[in-house]
């Protein structure tokens, strides 16, 4: 990795491997720990450098001056792209879904205050933004800039997710994350021990399409994963007061926030799915937590 990487790299914090204490657990004897990605980094948190890594250390190699890139009005992948490009001088261009709202979101703020350029693009045209999958493949790309899809999932992600992987130094059998794009589920898939199965929780509604997706940035056909759609709760970004209320009980008990569009969607399946009876005595899950707590301003 480039030295400019390297430097930012090593501003970072461990993520450490915590287990639960919960009386629900330990009645059931599955033992469930968190990877605290959410830790790394105040504002690079959870998944984004993980993925983010290799693609910027790709595009830098390449010359890159500018990246473009895509996400909603509380997107972290835009977040952290934007104050990573402040840090390393890249000029970032954030192409942002729906009208400009008359008063923009902290994160928009944010990124802003950060020097990415924003360009809010109506929502038929924001889909019609996902078929550009290759960092080369965006129309009218001029010379030194580069293009990184949605959430940043293209397979240059999935090496830094396997580094995640490669931290965790305790067996276990099941290793959960939520779904946004599929590309840290898909970095999981391709880097855990044989025995160990990954599931990933999708954050949206209908969301049959992302295994395809994550298919697709497999280099090989993989069967240790599964997506579980359940737990959407409405759609991306929606909550009731069943998840509000989930989100606050685990922060009370555990000291550890959580946010209802991702983390804690994954967290309230988990304890719903051991309640059900789906994990064995003597299973030992690790859920990782991918940060995004900046995207619950207001
Ligand atoms: C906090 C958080 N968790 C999970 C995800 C899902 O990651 P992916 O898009 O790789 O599925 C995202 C989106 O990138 C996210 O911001």
């Known amino acids: ?6 430097s930012l790299e090593n501003t970072f914090k461990p993520s450490l491997l915590v287990q639960i204490n919960d009386v629900r657990f330990n009645q059931h004897q599955v033992e469930l720990w968190i990877k605290r990605d959410d830790l790394l980094h105040p504002i690079i948190s959870g998944n984004k450098w993980r993925k983010l890594k290799y693609s910027l250390d790709h595009a830098l190699s390449l010359g890159t001056d500018t990246v473009i890139s895509m996400g909603g009005m509380y997107s972290n992948h835009l977040h952290a792209l934007a ?13 942002v879904r729906g009208e400009q709202p008359l008063i923009l979101t902290p994160t928009l703020r944010d990124v802003q205050d950060w020097g990415m350029t924003l ?21 009218d790309l001029k010379p030194a800039q580069y293009w990184l ?8 992600a999935l090496k830094g997710v396997a580094e995640l992987v490669h931290e965790i130094n305790i067996a276990y059998d099941t ?16 880097a855990v021990p044989d025995n160990v199965s990954v599931i990933g ?58 946010e209802p569009v991702y983390t804690g969607k994954m967290m309230y399946a988990l304890y719903d799915l051991l309640q059900k009876g789906y994990f064995k005595p003597g299973h030992r899950i690790i859920a990782v937590h991918t940060g995004g707590l900046q995207g619950n301003r207001k």
């Open 1 to 6: 990795m480039l030295p400019k990487l390297l």
């Open 83 to 95: 104050y990573i490009g402040k840090i390393l001088g890249l000029k970032t261009i954030g192409l």
């Open 119 to 139: 360009k809010f693009v109506s929502r038929t045209d924001y889909r019609a933004l996902r078929q550009y999958q290759d960092f080369d493949s965006f129309p």
């Open 149 to 156: 899809p949605e959430g940043g999932a293209q397979v240059f």
């Open 175 to 190: 290793l959960c994350v939520p779904c946004g794009t599929g590309a840290t589920l898909a970095g999981m898939a391709a």
């Open 201 to 258: 929780f999708a954050a949206l509604k209908n969301a049959e399409f992302l295994r395809t997706d994550v298919a697709a940035l497999l280099a090989q056909p993989l069967n240790n994963w599964h997506i579980n759609l359940a737990y959407h709760f409405g759609g991306f970004a929606q909550k009731d007061a069943s998840l509000t209320a989930f989100i606050e009980d685990f922060k009370l008990q555990h000291k550890i926030s959580l």
